[in-house]
């Protein structure tokens, strides 16, 4: 179930107390910081692996590295930036495994099935159903792709971070990401002679 | 400059990180498709920087299921560090009974050359 704009309401500096307690070893304080950030780094677990079991297991090992870690987080970004990069390590684990287990394809080239309902220009002055369009447009992506656009675009995190966190090349994350951004322009906002090649 | 090129191109300048070429900018300026084509990206990045403010509803367990790891972790953490703590002793204890030794040992070889010398 998505709930728009109920992420926790923390602010900076209470939350820079929590750390740096969490840092001296109060584990009531880390507790806390689980609490407040827990449902959208599950958000993020599940955007980058499009399955809710996944997208649990992606969490919970998150948070394990980040309290085994936090003596590391040197607090140049902010605590949930820093997050993000863990969780978008560990959903790339986590993704590379189930990729050897069940044999994904993961061709960037595959042509995404056309299922789209019929282009409605006042539908889509509708933000709120935009944003269901680009959410169902985002979960049809091949994961590697939907990875990059997510932690980019989304999360706003650099090119360096992305590719530090999937192991892959700034220059190959950025690709990815040209590509997601055309693939999704394509499959929200189908041009004269794009429908023909989707349909193929 | 063609539609095509700017096809091409527009998925990598819309959010202005990299630069957009001047002839670029011109064949934009001009062309009816090209500004369709670049407002449908503004409006994709727009709505895909509004998701960031969505959050979707775990299903219940999860928050129980991360503070009992994160504690286990903890315990483990903590009795790895006592165990640790603990072989320092020994190891400690072990050093000074040796070198108590060894003193022990010179202590009685010196006495037993003076008394031989004797």
Request: net charge neutral; charged share 30%; with cysteine.
């Amino acid at each position: 179930m998505r709930r728009p704009g109920s992420k926790d309401h923390m602010v900076p500096a209470d939350q820079a107390q929590l750390v740096a307690a969490a840092k001296s070893g109060d584990r009531q304080a880390f507790d806390e910081l689980v609490r407040a950030t827990y449902t959208d780094v599950y958000t993020l677990a599940y955007r980058l692996t499009g399955d809710e079991e996944d997208a649990r297991d992606v969490t919970q090992e998150a948070y394990l590295r980040a309290y085994k870690g936090l003596r590391r987080f040197r607090g140049d970004a902010r605590f949930s930036t820093w997050l993000y990069r863990i969780t978008a390590n560990c959903a790339s684990t986590a993704m590379s495994k189930r990729a050897r287990h069940r044999h994904d394809q993961l061709d960037d080239e595959a042509v995404v099935a056309d299922e789209r309902p019929e282009v409605d220009p006042e539908a889509m002055a509708d933000a709120e159903l935009l944003r269901d369009r680009v959410n169902s447009a985002l979960e049809e992506l091949p994961e590697r792709l939907r990875a990059v656009v997510v932690l980019r675009d989304v999360y706003d995190l650099p090119h360096q971070a992305i590719a530090d966190e999937l192991g892959i090349s700034e220059a190959a994350a950025k690709v990815r990401l040209h590509r997601a951004r055309r693939r999704l322009r394509q499959r929200l906002f189908p041009m004269q002679g794009e429908e023909t090649a989707h349909a193929v | 400059m063609r539609c095509e090129d700017v096809s091409r191109a527009l998925p990598e300048i819309v959010d202005g990180v990299a630069p957009a070429d001047l002839a670029l900018r011109r064949h934009v300026e001009g062309c009816l498709r090209c500004q369709a084509e670049l407002v449908q990206y503004r409006k994709l990045l727009r709505t895909l920087h509004q998701l960031r403010t969505e959050v979707l509803e775990p299903a219940p367990g999860l928050l129980a299921d991360i503070l009992a790891a994160v504690e286990e972790a903890g315990e483990r953490h903590a009795l790895r560090s006592m165990l640790s703590g603990r072989r320092v002793a020994y190891a400690g204890a072990i050093a000074a009974a040796t070198a108590a030794g060894a003193a022990g040992a010179v202590i009685w070889a010196t006495r037993h050359r003076r008394l031989r010398a004797a």
